[in-house]
């Protein structure tokens, strides 16, 4: 079992950056597939990027590719969202999620919410035009 704690959310104007962190604790993130999800007011949760260890399986939403990147630093068993040319739309409260522990080898994540056992407490993001 894992726990997941989000932060690094915060107000920007549109066109700035911000990097969103998930700390992870009570296991390794690389037994799980993760994912980063955000929901805006009256909007179903979305699936933004998921993968399993930084695999070649990753998915990315098409809202935000070329613009989201992930990294992680395994030391910290942290993982990060580096969120670039910022929009209105992209206001939202964002979530770090995991499933798992997975024994496949390099398994495809879902993008669906429901897949997801394990949420962080989520972190906001408001961006100004």
């Known amino acids: 079992q894992v726990q997941l704690v989000e932060s690094g959310g915060g107000s920007v104007q549109a066109g700035g950056s911000l990097r969103l962190s998930c700390g992870v604790s009570?296991?390794?993130?690389?037994?799980?597939?993760m994912g980063w999800f955000r929901q805006a007011p009256g909007k179903e949760r979305e699936g933004l990027v998921t993968f399993y260890d930084f695999g070649e399986r990753t998915y990315v939403a098409d809202s935000v590719k070329g613009r989201f990147t992930l990294s992680r630093d395994n030391a910290k068993n942290t993982l990060y969202l580096q969120m670039n040319s910022l929009k209105p739309e992209d206001t939202a409260v964002y979530y770090c999620a995991a499933q798992g522990p997975l024994t496949l080898h390099n398994p495809y994540c879902p993008s669906g919410r429901s897949a997801y056992t394990y949420w962080g407490q989520g972190t906001q993001v408001t961006v100004s035009s």
């Open positions: 009570g296991d390794t993130y690389r037994r799980y597939c």
